[in-house]
């Protein structure tokens, strides 16, 4: 089963949205 990036952002957008700003934040703070 393939999974494209639609298909990981519909099934869990809390986890991939998050973890962009997340890492730039990290970068941000340190």
Do not use: H, R, Y
């Not at 952002?9 to 730039?24: G, T, Y």
């Amino acid at each position: 089963m393939t999974k494209t990036v639609a298909d990981v952002m519909s099934n869990n957008p809390i986890s991939v949205k998050p973890e962009m700003p997340l890492k730039e934040e990290e970068q941000t703070f340190e």
